[in-house]
């Protein structure tokens, strides 16, 4: 089960138990105990977790993380890509050589993408762009007839 320590020191501390204490009810190890408190183990197993519930007259459920106990269920449909094409991911040199985006270089493009000037995906420091990153960056530098830009005064 997933474990919420802090909620297990809350509910030691509140009863004024020490973990020597809570040791000797559950006959858990009080180092294993406090690296539970501290979150740094998460999950245990469920006889575990219970034993530590009847010691701190809680529930099972007073000491986990209920929601990282329930399996996630969708309650939307994910949306359909029109396209093939709307799922696949270019390169920045792609993109260029393919002229989609008014950049000279995909040098330029990539410093742009670091700096979150553009809209683009940043899979583990990959830059990377869907065709719905280039519509969008394609409808932020369009230039609408009629329209003149203004300078700040």
């Not at 809350?10 to 040791?23: F, I």
């Not at 009847?54 to 029109?82: C, G, R, Y």
């Amino acid at each position: 089960m997933k474990l919420d320590g802090p909620a297990i020191a809350r509910a030691r501390r509140a009863q004024n138990m020490s973990l020597r204490k809570l040791q000797k009810l559950t006959g858990l190890d009080r180092g294993y105990l406090s690296r539970m408190e501290r979150g740094l183990i998460r999950e245990s197993a469920d006889e575990r977790v219970q034993s530590i519930a009847d010691a701190l007259q809680v529930t099972s459920d007073d000491i986990t993380d209920k929601e990282k106990n329930v399996t996630a269920k969708a309650t939307k449909t994910p949306p359909i890509a029109a396209d093939e094409n709307d799922l696949r991911r270019y390169t920045p040199e792609e993109v260029i050589d393919n002229r989609w985006l008014p950049y000279k270089s995909a040098r330029v493009l990539r410093e742009k993408a670091y700096k979150g000037e553009v809209h683009c995906h940043k899979d583990g420091g990959v830059i990377s762009f869907t065709a719905e990153d280039i519509r969008k960056e394609n409808d932020r530098h369009a230039v609408v007839p009629g329209q003149r830009k203004t300078r700040a005064a």
